[in-house]
């Protein structure tokens, strides 16, 4: 199975930087869209961004214009580089990819790194 591993959260003041990265090990499996999606205590899952393999990008609105989600598909990696951090950005970050192998097609999810902005 594909396994994702996330890396790059951590404590950072409002209006700060951080970057996160997800390597992704194929395993035979072809992986198309990848993606960050987060979740806060209390709170449901949301998408934060996605990218295809064609390149095409899609952010929630709370956050275009201060995260940019990227992939190198060399290397089977999706970064999420987070500017102008803010504290309701808070929140466990998990990396997603959509693979297939045989025919079927899944989403696979890492284990989440925590992303903790200070007012």
């Known amino acids: 199975q594909v396994q994702l591993v996330e890396s790059g959260g951590g404590l950072v003041q409002s209006g700060g930087s951080l970057r996160l990265s997800c390597a992704a090990s194929?395993?035979?499996?072809?992986?198309?869209?990848m993606g960050w999606y987060r979740q806060a205590p209390g709170k449901q899952r949301e998408l934060v961004a996605t990218i295809s393999t064609s390149g095409s990008r899609n952010y929630r609105d709370s956050v275009k214009g201060r995260f940019i989600i990227s992939r190198d598909d060399a290397r089977n990696t999706v970064d999420l580089q987070m500017n102008s951090l803010k504290p309701e950005d808070t929140a466990v970050y998990l990396c997603n990819a959509v693979v297939e192998r045989r025919g079927v097609r899944r989403s696979t999810w890492g284990q989440g790194t925590q992303v903790t902005v200070s007012s």
């Open positions: 194929k395993n035979g499996f072809t992986i198309y869209d």
